[in-house]
């Protein structure tokens, strides 16, 4: 019988109702997986009815398109029953068709195949790419490709009876309207707005987390957090201190372009600040901040129609505030979401811990007592006066100190996301967790910040977390910066806004595994913090791997590749590899923005930066 005398032998009834058939099946499991996981998550309990709709369409679609793929991958042997030649060619061609088309997918989609699929069939943002759809539906309909010629030999065959064809095409007639309407229902059905916590940790190091990889148990809160969430392992500041630092996360603007870079410069007066665009999108917007840079002559409060900062107890007692400060800010943060529980809000915690000085908790601690040979508490004026005299175990007993610290705050982090929950907020807010810098502790020859910028003081960690929005439990190995919150959280919240200058861009490709984020330049900068001229002394660029530092107004230069030398202990410039005059000539291409407006401090306001160690 030659082929087409098959096909003319069929009726086309019988290949619609294999295919019909094939999306009815995906379609119900499908609708069985949906059932038994988001469902029990608390969708339903917590009123995420919009979530809901969109889940179940995209999981529908998902699994109706790879019973479909998977159905017409079968149909080429299982049609040709009968026809021993025909089958016998079909037998050896459709698996190499299919292994072939699986190869080149595979190839196409890089190294994250098997995860990209994953998120198709299992997908944990409500809007899903028409793309993922597709390409599920063709990796399906090549693994049919390469099993057709088994299930034929068991003896699967097109369905005949005319009843049987009538209930197939049904039933897929039912599945495919049902994936219509939920289509249509979930353009119409608007998600709830997402709350935004926002939380930074002052002078947090990522590597003394236990979600990346610390060998102590610091961080059981935030390890809980990034369980339910997305870890960017490779998170960068764009200033090795806290106001260039938090200048570029609220403007999403590189240091050299705000111009906000020495402990006595301002925030420029913009409708482009984080705080300012939630506000003007309908947020009820809160800060509180522990830090010595929240004067109102700061202006750091832009945009925040609530906003407390550390001015309790006047200026002598500012650096002893430090000491204790997660209690109150936690407090406070607590109060802020109590009040706006019926609101969406946008809150800004920044705690100034685990940033000096050292204590030892009783109740945190990774050492028997506090050290004798060390003061208590230890303030970085300290170490630095003594950075020479210090022994090997004294610096391991100052990192045991910071631990302690560390673990400290974590407990009040905690008490935060557990307040979400005890309110049924959990739900609706994005969490993020970061940090405006890192800490060294002599890795170059050094303590603290605000002196160098290298990787001790700029990798972070960076935490990001919503549920039913952004994936459990994904790590981001791709290198980011934090000039790339603002536009995730302006495209998290579904804010058209796009910053102008901005440098950042969003990370949601990156929390879905999917296309669309294009690594860039990772840029930071360093200005004499405490000088009353604003003079730029270090700027460095990141690409990749490679990294340059360069000394304004020196000739040096460090290379250093990171992915063989994360401890930036081999300085390759001056060996004529291409990759330095690339990062210089790039680098070079940032030029400085006109510096800040500045400011004349206050009596009182030296008293209190000074007291903190920023000030002379």
Same mark, same amino acid.
């Given at each position: 019988?030659?082929?087409?005398?098959?096909?003319?032998?069929r009726s086309?009834?019988?290949?619609?109702?294999?295919?019909?058939?094939?999306?009815?099946?995906?379609?119900?499991?499908?609708?069985?997986?949906?059932?038994?996981?988001?469902?029990a998550?608390?969708?339903?309990r917590?009123?995420?009815?919009?979530?809901?709709v969109?889940?179940?369409?995209?999981? =529908?679609?998902?699994?109706?398109?790879?019973?479909?793929?998977? &159905?017409?991958g079968l149909?080429p042997?299982? &049609?040709?029953?009968?026809?021993?030649?025909l089958r016998?060619?079909?037998?050896?061609?459709?698996?190499?068709?299919?292994?072939a !088309?699986?190869?080149?997918?595979?190839?196409?989609?890089?190294s994250?195949?098997?995860?990209?699929?994953?998120?198709?069939?299992?997908?944990?943002?409500? +809007?899903?790419?028409?793309l993922?759809?597709?390409?599920?539906?063709?990796?399906?309909?090549g693994?049919?490709?390469m099993?057709?010629?088994?299930?034929?030999?068991?003896?699967?065959? =097109?369905p005949?009876a005319?009843?049987v064809r009538?209930?197939a095409?049904?039933?897929? !007639?039912?599945?495919?309207?049902?994936?219509?309407?939920l289509?249509?229902?979930?353009t119409?059905? %608007? #998600?709830?707005?997402?709350?935004?916590?926002?939380?930074?940790?002052?002078?947090?190091?990522?590597?003394h987390?236990?979600?990346y990889?610390?060998?102590r148990?610091?961080?059981?809160?935030?390890?809980?957090?990034?369980? +339910?969430?997305?870890?960017?392992?490779?998170?960068?500041?764009?200033?090795?201190?806290t106001?260039p630092?938090?200048?570029?996360?609220?403007?999403?603007?590189?240091p050299m372009?705000?111009?906000v870079t020495? &402990?006595?410069?301002?925030?420029?007066?913009?409708?482009?600040?984080?705080?300012?665009i939630l506000?003007?999108? !309908?947020?009820s917007?809160?800060?509180?901040?522990?830090?010595g840079?929240?004067?109102?002559?700061?202006?750091?409060?832009?945009?925040?129609?609530?906003?407390?900062g550390?001015?309790?107890?006047?200026?002598?007692k500012?650096?002893?505030?430090?000491l204790?400060?997660?209690?109150?800010?936690?407090?406070?943060?607590?109060t802020?979401?109590?009040?706006?529980?019926?609101?969406?809000?946008?809150l800004?915690?920044?705690?100034?811990?685990?940033h000096?000085?050292y204590?030892?908790?009783?109740?945190?601690?990774?050492?028997?007592?506090?050290?004798?040979?060390?003061?208590?508490?230890?303030?970085?004026?300290?170490?630095?006066?003594?950075?020479?005299?210090?022994? #090997?175990?004294?610096?391991?007993?100052v990192?045991?100190?910071?631990?302690g610290?560390?673990?400290?705050?974590?407990?009040?982090v905690?008490q935060v996301?557990a307040?979400?929950?005890?309110?049924?907020?959990a739900?609706?807010t994005?969490?993020?967790?970061?940090?405006?810098?890192?800490?060294e502790?002599? /890795?170059?020859?050094?303590?603290?910040?605000?002196? /160098?910028?290298?990787?001790?003081?700029?990798?972070?960690?960076?935490?990001?977390?919503a549920p039913?929005?952004i994936?459990?439990? %994904?790590r981001?190995?791709?290198?980011? /910066?934090?000039?790339?919150?603002l536009?995730?959280?302006l495209?998290l919240?579904?804010?058209?806004?796009?910053?102008?200058?901005g440098? !950042?861009?969003?990370?949601?490709?990156?929390?879905t595994?999917r296309?669309g984020?294009?690594?860039g330049?990772i840029?930071?900068? =360093?200005?004499?913090?405490?000088g &009353?001229?604003?003079v730029?002394?270090?700027?460095?660029? %990141?690409?990749?791997?490679?990294?340059?530092?360069?000394?304004v107004g020196e000739?040096?230069?460090?290379?250093y590749?990171?992915?063989s030398d994360?401890?930036?202990?081999?300085?390759?410039?001056?060996h004529?590899?291409?990759?330095?005059?690339?990062?210089?000539?790039a680098?070079?291409?940032?030029?400085?923005?006109? #510096?800040?407006?500045?400011?004349?401090?206050?009596?009182?306001?030296?008293?209190?930066?000074?007291?903190?160690?920023?000030?002379?």
């Amino acid at each position: 019988m030659r082929f087409t005398q098959l096909i003319e032998s069929r009726s086309p009834r019988s290949h619609l109702a294999w295919l019909a058939a094939g999306l009815a099946a995906g379609v119900l499991v499908g609708l069985a997986r949906f059932v038994v996981t988001p469902t029990a998550e608390g969708y339903l309990r917590h009123g995420l009815n919009g979530l809901l709709v969109r889940h179940l369409w995209y999981w =529908l679609a998902a699994h109706g398109a790879a019973g479909l793929g998977l &159905a017409a991958g079968l149909e080429p042997v299982i &049609a040709t029953r009968g026809v021993t030649r025909l089958r016998t060619w079909a037998s050896i061609v459709a698996p190499v068709m299919g292994a072939a !088309g699986l190869t080149v997918g595979w190839v196409g989609w890089g190294s994250g195949a098997a995860r990209r699929l994953y998120d198709v069939l299992t997908p944990a943002l409500p +809007r899903g790419e028409p793309l993922g759809l597709g390409a599920c539906a063709a990796s399906f309909l090549g693994i049919g490709l390469m099993l057709s010629p088994v299930l034929a030999v068991l003896g699967f065959r =097109l369905p005949e009876a005319p009843r049987v064809r009538a209930a197939a095409i049904a039933t897929g !007639g039912v599945a495919f309207a049902l994936v219509l309407a939920l289509g249509i229902g979930a353009t119409l059905v %608007r #998600p709830r707005p997402l709350n935004v916590l926002f939380i930074t940790l002052d002078a947090q190091r990522a590597d003394h987390l236990g979600c990346y990889g610390y060998h102590r148990d610091t961080s059981p809160n935030l390890d809980a957090l990034a369980a +339910r969430g997305v870890t960017f392992l490779e998170a960068n500041a764009n200033g090795p201190w806290t106001v260039p630092s938090v200048a570029s996360i609220m403007t999403g603007k590189f240091p050299m372009d705000h111009g906000v870079t020495t &402990a006595r410069q301002a925030f420029p007066t913009s409708d482009w600040l984080m705080a300012k665009i939630l506000q003007r999108h !309908g947020y009820s917007t809160g800060g509180v901040a522990a830090s010595g840079f929240v004067e109102p002559q700061y202006n750091v409060a832009q945009g925040f129609q609530w906003f407390v900062g550390d001015r309790l107890g006047g200026p002598e007692k500012a650096g002893l505030m430090r000491l204790d400060s997660p209690p109150w800010v936690t407090a406070k943060g607590i109060t802020f979401i109590q009040r706006n529980r019926d609101r969406r809000f946008f809150l800004w915690l920044h705690y100034l811990k685990p940033h000096d000085p050292y204590v030892w908790r009783e109740q945190h601690h990774f050492i028997a007592a506090h050290p004798k040979d060390l003061p208590d508490p230890v303030w970085l004026t300290w170490l630095m006066d003594n950075l020479h005299r210090l022994t #090997p175990e004294q610096v391991r007993r100052v990192v045991d100190l910071y631990d302690g610290e560390v673990r400290n705050v974590d407990e009040y982090v905690g008490q935060v996301l557990a307040e979400l929950e005890r309110l049924s907020l959990a739900q609706h807010t994005l969490v993020i967790v970061s940090a405006d810098h890192g800490e060294e502790f002599m /890795q170059h020859g050094s303590f603290g910040h605000h002196y /160098q910028l290298y990787q001790d003081e700029l990798h972070v960690p960076l935490i990001i977390a919503a549920p039913g929005r952004i994936p459990a439990g %994904r790590r981001v190995a791709t290198p980011v /910066q934090l000039v790339d919150l603002l536009p995730t959280i302006l495209d998290l919240c579904n804010i058209p806004e796009e910053v102008p200058g901005g440098r !950042g861009q969003s990370l949601v490709p990156l929390l879905t595994g999917r296309r669309g984020y294009k690594p860039g330049d990772i840029v930071a900068g =360093l200005n004499r913090a405490d000088g &009353a001229d604003d003079v730029e002394i270090m700027r460095s660029i %990141r690409r990749g791997p490679w990294k340059l530092l360069v000394r304004v107004g020196e000739d040096e230069a460090e290379l250093y590749d990171l992915d063989s030398d994360p401890g930036e202990q081999r300085n390759l410039a001056g060996h004529g590899l291409p990759a330095e005059q690339r990062l210089r000539t790039a680098l070079s291409s940032y030029g400085r923005a006109k #510096p800040s407006r500045p400011l004349t401090l206050t009596e009182e306001t030296k008293k209190r930066l000074r007291s903190m160690g920023y000030l002379e």
